[in-house]
């Protein structure tokens, strides 16, 4: 933004999609306060999730759609290229690492978090830690016409990368950790199938591998896995998950567990200061106390954290679902996903066509997971919050 002011009526710090949506959350309550976006990133706040999918796999979705217009849509001032590196509570500053201090009425931090690092690899020309607009735009620079791009992760983002990457004519091996590609989230006959659908659509899949080491020069990257085998690309694109930044929250003496800890109102310890998103730890009235890093508790708990801010004191009691997209296959989930855990599988159709999977601990669910079943994530809520009994033939056909 061209100017700083003394002061704004909220500040929020994040530019991601809890920012976008905290702002029109706000104005949903308030049409007239001043609102000012942080972000280290210098872009303005995009939806994150089609730079893993549909940027990739949907021809008529273009560039220019991923922009959200926040700006634009609700008279926000974003500083962008910076980060918040000290917040007064007792004076209600924040301070930018470009040296810039202003003033809040209300702050909200949706800061999310940085990629997790691997193997001593450094970013840097063919090296990305994947999370940003421009981290998309240099991979697709670097990937097709045939090109090695090594993905590294087999979660949510490594597998959508490895899905997105092979279907744009690029070669692509991607390196996990577990011995069976998302072994860790599905039970083991639908990891088994999702791991031959990757093999049979031309993916190399090195399962219990991890990076040791890696060298990056102008024209490729050599990496070594742990146990010598050495790969060179042209590539290599990293989703190992996201160290989420909790220290401003810390240095700034608030109350901080496994994220930075809120009430239903998303209040944090200080009652001027809220957080929303990735960096959350809420009660959610379903499953307890937690903290999700999905795209549709970033917007509903973004834009109650702005309605808030704005002084709608409402409860946020929305428990957030999650999805994506892989090859031909795609679900939906709530709750948690935890191949550890005792599973019932309802297969509609053919074992691993379309069916549903019931997660119990506790004798209680404790997540559903909907393969190519949708449109059912109210009932998947439903069964969680109140079915007791988890016999098998009990939960086979509660969602079709």
């Known amino acids: 933004m061209s100017t700083v002011r003394d002061s704004y009526d909220y500040v929020i710090v994040g530019a991601g999609m809890a920012g976008d949506a905290a702002a029109r959350g706000i104005r949903e309550v308030d049409p007239d306060g001043t609102i000012a976006v942080v972000g280290r990133e210098p872009t303005a706040p995009v939806t994150r999730p089609a730079l893993t999918k549909k940027l990739w796999t949907d021809p008529e979705f273009t560039f220019d759609q991923v922009w959200l217009h926040t700006a634009e849509d609700t008279g926000a001032e974003l500083l962008l290229g910076e980060s918040v590196v000290a917040v007064d509570l007792a004076g209600r500053t924040v301070t930018t690492d470009a040296g810039i201090t202003f003033g809040y009425g209300r702050l909200l931090l949706a800061t999310s978090g940085h990629p997790r690092r691997v193997g001593g690899l450094e970013d840097s020309g063919r090296v990305i830690y994947f999370r940003t607009v421009r981290d998309y735009e240099r991979l697709r620079d670097l990937a097709g016409g045939g090109r090695h791009v090594v993905v590294v992760g087999g979660g949510y983002i490594g597998t ?95 109350d901080v567990d496994d994220g930075v800890v809120v009430d239903d109102r998303l209040r944090t310890s200080d009652p001027s200061v809220y957080a929303a998103g990735d960096v959350a730890q809420y009660p959610d009235r379903i499953l307890g106390r937690r903290r999700v890093e999905h795209v549709d508790n970033a917007t509903t708990m973004g834009r109650q954290a702005g309605r808030n801010l704005a002084g709608a004191d409402e409860p946020y009691d929305h428990t957030p679902f999650f999805y994506s997209d892989l090859f031909d296959a ?21 074992p691993y066509d379309t069916g549903v999977v019931y997660y119990l601990d506790g004798g209680r669910v404790a997540g559903v997971l909907l393969w190519n079943v949708w449109d059912a994530t109210d009932r998947a809520r439903e069964v969680i919050a109140h079915q007791t009994d988890v016999r098998p033939e009990a939960l086979r056909g509660l969602i079709r």
């Not at 091996?173 to 006959?189: D, E, K, N, R, W």
């Not at 659509?201 to 990496?223: F, N, Q």
């Not at 050495?230 to 401003?248: H, N, Q, R, S």
């Not at 948690?336 to 855990?341: A, F, G, P, Q």
Request: aromatic residues 4%.
């Open 330 to 350: 795609g679900y939906e989930a709530v709750g948690r996903l935890d191949s550890s855990l005792e599973t019932v599988e309802d297969w509609h159709v053919d």
């Open 160 to 254: 959508e990368l490895a899905a997105a990457l092979v279907q744009n004519d690029t070669r692509v091996t991607l390196v996990h950790p577990a011995s069976t590609l998302t072994g860790g989230t599905f039970p083991a006959g639908l990891a088994a199938h999702l791991e031959r659908m990757y093999v049979e659509r031309g993916v190399e899949v090195l399962g219990g591998a991890r990076v040791a080491s890696g060298t990056s020069g102008p024209d490729g990257v050599t990496i070594v896995l742990e146990d010598g085998r050495e790969l060179a690309a042209d590539a290599v694109v990293v989703g190992a998950g996201l160290e989420i930044e909790t220290d401003l929250a810390r240095s700034a003496g608030l």
